[in-house]
C-alpha cells in the first residue's frame, strides 16, 4: 500500500506550523512541513521533533514557478501524487506599514492570489482520487467583497466567472491601485482583503472544475478562515492561539473518506459561511 502524504505550504512558523503539528497527529501518512527558506524550515522541523513528532522539510517559494514545479515533481516520483494539501503560505502588510499601497497591492497578491493559483495548477492534477486541498483565506476576504462596488461583488459571486476573468479583476486591482484610482474602480483599500476575496472565489472556480473534470474522484475543495490567531501577521492581541487556528484547516484537510461536503464553500469555524 502506498504511504499517504500531505503538503502544507508557508508552515515554518504560526497556523502553517500549527497545522502540520495537528496533521502530524492525525493524519496517517507523512507530513511536509514547506518555506521557502531552508534553514527556517528545518529549525520548524527540529522544533516539533523536539515534541515527538515526525514531519519532513521540502523548500517550497510559492512565488517561484520553478520551485513549485520542482516540488510537484519531487511528490509524483515520491508518492505519485498528493493526499492532502494545504496552501497556507501567505503575506499580510499591517497597518501600520508604510509601504507604499500600490506597492503593497502587488506584493500581496502576487504571494497571496497569483502564488496560489500557481500552487493549485501545478499541484492538482497529483491530488490522488480522494484527496483534500485547503486554500487558508480570511474573513477579511468576505468583509472585502461586501464593500466591493455593486458589479464587482456580483462577478465575484457568480456561478459563470472563469478562473481567467478572475485573474483578470485582480490584475486590475493591482493595475489601478499603481495609479491610485482602486476606490474610483470599485475596490476597498485593503490588498490583503481583495487578495482573499480572490483566493476564496478561486477555490470554488477549481472546486467546480474537479466536480467536472474528475467527478468520480471524490476530491473535496474548500477556503476557509482560521480566525483571528496570535501570530507575527496578525498581532499579540488576538484571541486564537496558532493550535486554536489550526482547527477549521485540519478539519477540512481530514475530511472523512465518502465525504461529498463541504466543497467548494468557505469554511470558518468548521461551518459554512454565506458568500
Request: aromatic letters at 8%.
Amino acid at each position: 500500500m502506498s504511504v499517504k502524504v500531505a503538503v502544507v505550504t508557508g508552515s515554518n512558523k504560526g497556523i502553517g506550523l500549527a497545522i502540520v503539528r495537528a496533521l502530524c497527529k492525525k493524519f496517517k501518512g507523512d507530513v511536509y512541513l514547506m518555506s521557502r527558506d531552508v534553514g527556517r524550515g528545518e529549525e520548524a522541523v527540529k522544533s516539533l521533533s523536539s515534541e515527538g513528532l515526525n514531519p519532513k522539510f521540502h523548500q517550497l517559494d510559492i512565488n517561484d514557478v520553478n520551485s513549485i514545479i520542482a516540488a510537484a515533481a519531487f511528490f509524483k516520483e515520491k508518492y505519485g501524487g498528493v493526499d492532502v494539501l494545504v496552501n497556507n503560505a501567505g503575506v499580510f502588510c499591517k497597518v501600520a506599514d508604510t509601504t507604499p499601497f500600490a506597492t503593497q497591492a502587488e506584493v500581496t497578491l502576487k504571494t497571496n492570489f497569483f502564488g496560489t493559483r500557481d500552487m493549485l495548477t501545478h499541484f492538482l492534477p497529483l491530488i490522488k482520487a480522494g484527496g483534500r486541498v485547503v486554500n487558508v483565506s480570511s474573513f477579511v476576504g468576505s468583509r472585502t467583497l461586501n464593500n466591493c462596488s455593486p458589479d464587482l461583488q456580483q462577478r465575484f459571486r457568480s456561478e459563470d466567472i472563469t478562473e481567467d476573468e478572475l485573474a483578470g479583476l485582480m490584475q486590475r486591482f493591482v493595475d489601478t491601485a499603481q495609479k491610485g484610482k482602486h476606490k474610483d474602480d470599485g475596490w476597498p483599500e485593503t490588498a490583503y482583503g481583495v487578495s482573499k476575496t480572490g483566493l476564496t472565489t478561486l477555490s470554488m472556480i477549481r472546486a467546480r472544475r474537479l466536480s467536472k473534470e474528475r467527478p468520480n474522484d471524490g476530491i473535496l475543495l474548500n477556503a476557509c478562515c482560521p480566525g483571528w490567531v496570535r501570530t507575527d501577521m496578525a498581532g499579540d492581541k488576538a484571541p486564537k492561539s496558532p493550535d486554536e487556528g489550526a482547527v477549521t484547516p485540519v478539519y477540512l484537510a481530514l475530511l472523512s473518506a465518502g465525504a461529498t461536503e463541504p466543497h467548494g464553500k468557505f469554511v470558518s469555524d468548521k461551518q459554512v459561511q454565506p458568500w
